[in-house]
């Protein structure tokens, strides 16, 4: 929809115009002499043409599939020379465009997926950044080991993970996958091949980090891993967003588990799964902490439901639907062929699994909040009340994220609110669609009155850019967002790479 449409209309934010291509031709031709292939058929770019949002569309004027560092370094040279812009995809997961491309070229990632070096004896890998974490699993588990933690999906990739952070159900233990990074191989905007890290190029290091692509592109990656385990996993049940936070929060404090999240059928069944690693945190758990959780067991809370709503006939309807979505749901996190002696095999497979196949649909409208933990409560309150508003059925999605204090300089502006100490937290508010048509300004004005919240709170966001931008100078001010766009003009003069994205 053009920015003009709709008169009348206010919106916080439209996508960006589409660069008109003037120097396209001098470019390819400048690209083909140095051996980059770009790919220009309309069924080719079409691929690329909306990322899993589906709610921002662009078309790229052609695609390069990332091959190495060094034809990355010829690609950002040619479109320094010529302003082409330069849009970065790994899985193309966003869901506010960030990962659309509005003309120039597409890169994508996912050409450069191989393994480079598994390290048992220093417990790291070196792999290259467009691999999917599912693949980077595949070759560890060859030799028992794994990613410390990534997103609960199939299709993300490393590079496009640590751009933006990464959050798995194991966060609030080990971090955000970004964390996992000891160190990188980044081609910046102006063509450079550099390896970054703490120790070396630290600067580059911290702003590539959670940099949402601004400041180069991840080609390679060395992260830390760990020994495989399958994992055990318990529900609890609770009809209280606000004591399933507080338990919730306590596990995480008194580090009880090795995983825990919430997942809700909007306010009425609210989830909190935990789950551990070994028979002995599991075992210490039972003996310190299972007594004092306030949910039920699924017995217990179905005859708790019972009552509740034998007590309430006209809420009938209510208490139907999440009779159905219990029956569709449950099983998915219990598949057989997932599980061997009661452990789950592998959390991202039930998960990326059930995401799709119950909350996934043509549109992934998927405003989040992510702030302090003693914010968190409150957020999560006032964004259930939009949910509701706004539509018949949704889901919500509640995790902690461990902070390491010496990471500080990488959450600069980005999804870790700046007032977190310890953990963050994160709640992504998900209608369900469930096949009704809803209007660009519906999924907009939902998208608003949440990431509203946000502003009004002091807090962050995961779903950060993009459509979304606009919220960015409100929630950080003008000073911040300004000396980053100084970074920013400095590092990519001719303002190619994700542009329109951040700033
Ligand atoms: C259904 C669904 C479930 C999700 N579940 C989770 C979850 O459990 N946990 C979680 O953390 N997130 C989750 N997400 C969000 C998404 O998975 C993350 O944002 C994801 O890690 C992004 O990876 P990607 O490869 O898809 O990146 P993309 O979407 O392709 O890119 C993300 C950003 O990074 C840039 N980029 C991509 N690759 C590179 C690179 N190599 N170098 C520099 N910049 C790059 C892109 O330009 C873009 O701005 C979910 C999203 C959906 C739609």
């Known amino acids: ?269 609210v989830n909190l799964l935990v789950a551990f690693d070994s028979d002995e945190r599991e075992a210490a758990f039972k003996a310190n902490w299972q007594q004092r959780l306030r949910g039920y067991g699924e017995f217990g809370f179905a005859l708790c439901m019972a009552g509740h709503y034998a007590l309430r006939p006209w809420r009938i309807g209510e208490a139907l639907y999440l009779f159905r979505r219990k029956q569709a749901v449950f099983p998915e996190f219990r598949r057989p062929e997932f599980h061997r002696d009661g452990r789950m095999d592998d959390r991202t497979v039930v998960f990326s699994r059930a995401v799709w196949k119950h909350w996934g649909s043509r549109n992934m409208v998927i405003p989040d909040l992510a702030t302090s933990a003693d914010k968190f409560i409150e957020a999560v309150e006032r964004g259930n009340k939009v949910c509701r508003k706004f539509f018949r059925h949704y889901t919500l999605y509640c995790v902690g994220i461990r902070l390491r204090p010496e990471h500080k300089p990488h959450y600069e502006m980005s999804c870790v609110p700046p007032d977190a100490e310890g953990w963050a937290y994160g709640c992504e508010f998900e209608p369900m669609i469930e096949g009704e048509v809803y209007s660009r300004d519906h999924f907009q004005s939902f998208k608003n009155a949440i990431y509203d919240i946000g502003v009004d709170l002091g807090a962050s966001y995961y779903r950060f850019g993009g459509m979304m931008k606009g919220y960015i100078r409100r929630v950080f001010g003008d000073a911040l967002v300004d000396r980053h766009l100084a970074m920013k003009r400095q590092a990519d003069p001719a303002m190619i790479l994700n542009r329109d994205v951040i700033f």
């Open 1 to 269: 929809m053009a920015p003009d449409a709709l008169q009348g209309i206010v919106r916080q934010q439209t996508n960006p115009a589409r660069w008109n291509g003037k120097a396209w031709s001098a470019f390819v031709a400048d690209l083909q002499a140095l051996g980059v292939e770009v790919a220009e058929s309309a069924a080719t770019r079409g691929i690329f043409a909306t990322d899993a949002g589906g709610t921002a569309y662009g078309l790229p004027h052609g695609v390069v599939i990332a091959q190495s560092a060094t034809q990355v370094s010829a690609l950002l040279k040619a479109a320094q020379a010529h302003c082409v812009p330069v849009t970065v995809r790994g899985g193309g997961l966003t869901t506010e465009g960030e990962s659309v491309a509005y003309g120039g070229v597409l890169l994508d990632m996912t050409g450069m997926s191989r393994v480079l070096a598994i390290d048992p004896v220093t417990m790291t890998v070196r792999t290259e950044a467009g691999i999917y974490w599912h693949g980077l699993a595949e070759e560890l588990r060859r030799e028992n080991l794994d990613y410390l933690s990534a997103p609960l999906n199939m299709t993300s990739s490393v590079g496009g993970t640590l751009g933006v952070g990464g959050i798995d159900v194991n966060s609030a233990r080990l971090g955000c996958s970004a964390d996992q990074a000891i160190s990188l191989q980044v081609v910046t905007p102006t063509g450079e091949i550099v390896e970054c890290s703490d120790n070396e190029n630290a600067e580059l290091f911290q702003r590539v980090i959670l940099g949402y692509g601004q400041f180069g592109v991840i080609t390679e990656v060395t992260l830390r891993i760990r020994p495989y385990t399958p994992l055990r996993m318990h529900y609890y049940y609770y009809s209280s967003l606000r004591t399933a936070i507080e338990d919730l929060q306590l596990l995480d404090r008194n580090d009880a588990s090795d995983y825990s999240g919430i997942l809700t059928i909007m306010d009425c069944a």
